[in-house]
Nanobody, 127 residues
């Protein structure tokens, strides 16, 4: 079992940056696929960023955040991060960290791929 807890959300202005953190306990993240998802009011949860178990360049992003968001992991600290730059109002949502024992590229963006979820952290981008 993996327990995930997100932190780092908040209220920021358009153009600002935030770094979300996800702390994992219960087992190591090494060997797991990790992902960040978000859910805005009235919308379905959507994939934002993912990293396959090998890490490195095995990262994937929602088109709307490419070039602005960066997913990373620190296996030694059992942490996952989402660096978010140039934030826009449309980035406002609850952001969730997720982990999966599956490592299949074709299913990386699907919520049902992930076995473990955090409780979410609110990100609000508003002037």
């Amino acid at each position: 079992q993996v327990q995930l807890v997100e932190s780092g959300g908040g209220l920021v202005q358009p153009g600002d940056s935030l770094r979300l953190s996800c702390t994992a306990t219960g087992r190591t993240l090494r060997g797991l696929t990790i992902g960040w998802f978000r859910q805005a009011p009235g919308k379905e949860r959507e994939f934002v960023a993912g990293m396959r178990r090998l890490g490195g360049t095995n990262t994937y992003y929602l088109d709307a955040v490419k070039g602005r968001f960066t997913i990373s992991r620190d296996n030694a600290k059992n942490m996952v991060y989402l660096q978010m730059n140039s934030l826009k109002a449309e980035d406002t949502a609850v952001y969730y960290c997720a982990a999966s024992g599956r490592d299949i590229l074709s299913t990386l963006r699907l919520t049902e791929t992930y076995d473990y979820w955090g409780q979410g952290t609110q990100v609000t981008v508003s002037s």
